[in-house]
DNA sequence: AAGAATTTTTACGACATTTTTACCCACCAA
DNA sequence: TTGGTGGGTAAAAATGTCGTAAAAATTCTT
């Protein structure tokens, strides 16, 4: 896939100041989406997977910390939090909710730029995983650097959700992973009651990647339970 | 394993301020190290190999930014930089040379110390898997984490309810369980009335994980009362 | 706005697990 | 002996879970 734009969804009630965001960090090369409110923030973060999370606190409808936990619950994201306020207690208890930033209005624009490119510098680069960034098992090779996958060498092409599946997969491999582990991280945390979905796109995965599909050798079922990657 | 405290090199040329660090984050459980001087504090964070490096931008004998590419040069290690000057493009030189956090003096301590958790959480991700449960006993592998049984390397299939029983017994190592506190536990406590059930599974596990069934070295019946997991 | 790729919905046969039912043994007391 | 108790094993029946294919709806590209 080609190098895509990043994605990050803003979280801010005040009009003027989410235009001001929209227009100015689209003209630097990123595709922003946006939510008025706590919830609609939430279900956007769910659904967009953005590479970052940038939220104001003042919200009408619930506690910004509040949004910090539950993105928390199903997200490593980074976050950069926003705020009128400058009370110290209030940056602290962001933070520890899981922030991994925070600037007080106002701001310089320039300043939140580097402070994201700060933020997506940390998301993308697990630096002690540089070993893990090929994953091989026999005649299956996933470069997660690439994102590319194959079998004997020959390429196979996964659709998003595929590769997203199979990545929290073999990045917990040799563990059971519940229908709702896997649910929430493929998926996002509005989609943990359809187990459905999973059965389909691991038989999908099993198609493409297991010699016999019908006896997979990886991509074990552990009924009841869950699913896991089999390794050793 | 002992949790060791974290350690931090602050490199800061004002006396009061070096104090100050020193002893606060001395009483928060961190191990500090001091450098006066950028050559010095490369040198120091050379050596300590430090957690966190917390560096002031006005510094004597050399520009701050250069001593976070040159830490960058080798490290990925968390750097919070502090600085008098609230210059924006100052920040943003500072944060693009590779510095993880920005503060502005006068800060709060505080802020300071909720920015350093911050930046041991980004550094420690995959300390998630801190808690390894894994019995062992002979050949018996039970795998708390994965939800993996072995017996002499040999993975064991066991199904739910299997599987919640032998958790059951090794949770209890040891102790004899009645019937019903094991029911509760497995099968909840609307089937109290049921130690066929027991059997029956007990019987299972003991085909699966004994080497003679007839005569189990582990799941042990206490005629009359309920069953226990001898160990040693 | 049309066409391709992907995700979601729908449907149904196959499979695995749990529960039920049945029969076995060993021991002890009447 | 006979009958009762506590325990073990092996099968059926019932239930719940999985896998696959294919159609419908959505999203992405052009």
Redesign the pocket.
Known sequence: MAKTHPVIVVIEDDPPIRRFLRTSLATHNFAVFEAETGKQGLIEAGVRKPDLLILDLGLPDMDGVEVIKSVRGWSAMPIIVLSARSNEQQKIDALDAGADDYLTKPFGFGELLARIRVALRHASRPAEHTQDEVFIVDALKVDLRNRVVSVDGNEI?L????YRLLCVLIKHAGKVLT?QQILKEV?GPSYQE????L??Y??QL??KLESD??QPKYLL?E????YRFKVG
Not at 194 to 197: A, G, I
Not at 223 to 226: H, K, L, P
């Open positions: 092409h659709t998003p959700i595929q229908h998926w359809n187990p459905h979905y059965r389909i691991m038989s099993r198609q599909p019908t079922t009924s009841g339970v869950g």
